[in-house]
């Protein structure tokens, strides 16, 4: 069964830095598309950022210049590194991505299980 696996949330203070991973069985085709999204309680989730198949990555205004979006094409994995932590960071962060799980098959997204990141003094 495919599945994205996260890790990497945890607690931090203002100023610190974490780095997610998202990553994919070994064994699929490729990954295409992929983003991060959070969700803080009360509020809906939102999209924080992607990168496409191409590579080209976008970021919401309020992580512009802190958060990078990254992937390692070999190891199945998408990576948010997150920099600069704010309070407001705080959220549950879910990876999302576009998967080909053999050459021949049709596109599929999945979302990995959620991973808290708290950022706090």
């Known amino acids: 069964q495919v599945q994205l696996v996260e890790s990497g949330g945890g607690l931090v203070q203002p100023g610190g830095s974490l780095r997610l991973s998202c990553a994919a069985s070994?064994?699929?085709?490729?990954?295409?598309?992929a983003g991060w999204y959070r969700q803080a309680p009360g509020k809906q989730r939102e999209l924080v950022a992607s990168i496409t198949n191409g590579g080209s990555t976008n970021y919401a205004d309020s992580v512009k210049g802190r958060f990078t979006i990254s992937r390692d094409n070999a190891k199945k994995t998408v990576y948010l590194q997150m920099s600069s932590l704010k309070p407001e960071d705080t959220a549950v962060y879910y990876c999302?991505?576009?998967?080909?799980?053999?050459?021949?098959?049709?596109?599929?997204?999945?979302w990995g299980q959620g991973t808290q990141v708290t950022v706090s003094s």
């Open positions: 070994l064994n699929i085709f490729n990954i295409y598309g």
């Open positions: 999302n991505a576009n998967l080909r799980t053999q050459s021949w098959s049709t596109i599929d997204n999945y």
